[in-house]
């Protein structure tokens, strides 16, 4: 199974419409925002995880609640958003284990969450380019 790296993941939620990068929480978490509201964050994992050397990158996105407890139950690299409001989060660790285009759809479905409460001029803004 092909493993997303960081790189990819960075790459493909910068290639939304209006996506940037941010690092209000220092220079080690990358923050994806879209119109100055945050969708996405990538950073090393913590709490232990992974072997020495070797943490895996995790990825905060924004997600329904009802479907975020779906993912979490099918897949063991989805947990409880870290950090995050753990209703309406989740962290993706990026180990190899969920397939690449599950992974995008996470990211789809986070930043379209956001840009669907925004206001409707923001939102034409936005989607003319979708």
């Not at 309406?88 to 986070?110: A, K």
């Amino acid at each position: 199974m092909a493993n997303l790296t960081y790189q990819q993941a960075e790459q493909y939620l910068l290639s939304k419409p209006e996506a940037c990068v941010d690092y209000p929480f220092g220079d080690d978490i990358k923050v994806f925002k879209v119109k100055n509201k945050m969708f996405a964050t990538l950073a090393l994992g913590k709490m232990g995880k992974g072997d020495g050397d070797k943490r895996d990158w995790w990825i905060n996105l924004k997600c329904d609640p009802n479907e975020a407890v779906m993912l979490r139950d099918i897949f063991p690299s989805v947990i409880p958003g870290y950090h995050m409001n753990k209703r309406l989060w989740n962290t993706v660790i990026l180990d190899g284990s969920i397939p690449e285009g599950e992974i995008e759809r996470m990211m789809d479905n986070s930043y379209l969450l956001v840009v669907s409460k925004m206001t409707k001029k923001a939102q034409a803004s936005i989607t003319i380019h979708l």
